[in-house]
């Protein structure tokens, strides 16, 4: 049993306990009609602590691509850990912000696909190559930087990954407004509507 389900079954025998001692212990009612209203209690402590399937649940179950989405979504949430880890062990500080706020965006856009999860397939390239290419990168930045190797070549690498870093959140923002351009174009599309009906009725 998962701890989840423990701590359902707990508080609603916790719950179902409490109402039984008090109206038949403390306040003498009948056992039986005690009894009754406690297995209530627990049932419907039961239904309000089940968690509720989200978003991203209910789209993947209905998706004739289910198991494969699932596990998209799945590696990417594992993939921005790794860039989040390999970003807090660079040393250099103004690096590490940059790392951090690449991160801090593929966050945004994750979070915004679990939301959205019928944009999923439009977002195939970032759950499934920048995060993992990312994370790759940095641990590589980290390694050299632990070796403190100072060869041409390695200083080249850390360089061109700082120069780098600043562009590829720009990318991830760019990924992100472009997910959400749907959305903000139904909304524009009932200003307008909107504002037709007003005009028709005047009230603008």
């Known amino acids: 049993m998962k701890k989840r389900q423990k701590r359902q079954l707990f508080w609603s025998l916790a719950g179902a306990a409490g109402v039984f001692g008090v109206l038949a212990l403390a306040l003498r009612w009948n056992y039986f009609f005690s ?6 209690v627990y049932f419907g402590l039961w239904l309000l602590l089940t968690p509720r399937p989200d978003l991203l649940t209910l789209y993947v179950a209905g998706h004739p691509d289910a198991a494969q989405l699932q596990e998209m979504m799945e590696e990417a949430a594992l ?17 590490r912000q940059d790392a951090a706020a690449l991160a801090q965006t593929g966050d945004r856009i994750f979070d915004y696909l679990k939301d ?7 977002a195939h390239r970032f759950l499934t190559y920048y ?4 994370g790759r990168v940095l641990d590589q930045y980290v390694a050299h930087q632990d070796a403190a190797l100072s060869t041409a070549e ?12 600043p562009g590829l959140r720009v990318g991830f923002e760019n990924q992100l407004a472009r997910l ?9 599309a009932d ?9 028709m009725e005047g009230l603008s």
Do not use: N
């Open 35 to 40: 009894a009754a209203l406690a297995v209530g």
């Open 79 to 95: 993939d921005l850990v790794h860039v989040k880890t390999a970003a807090g062990r660079i040393g250099d500080s103004q690096t």
């Open 116 to 122: 959205h999860p019928e944009q999923i397939p439009s």
């Open 131 to 134: 995060l993992d290419t990312v």
């Open 154 to 165: 390695v200083e080249a690498f850390q360089q061109k990954v700082r120069q780098t870093l």
């Open 180 to 188: 959400m351009a749907s959305g903000r174009f139904d909304a524009e």
């Open 191 to 199: 200003l307008q509507v909107m504002e037709s009906l007003l005009k």
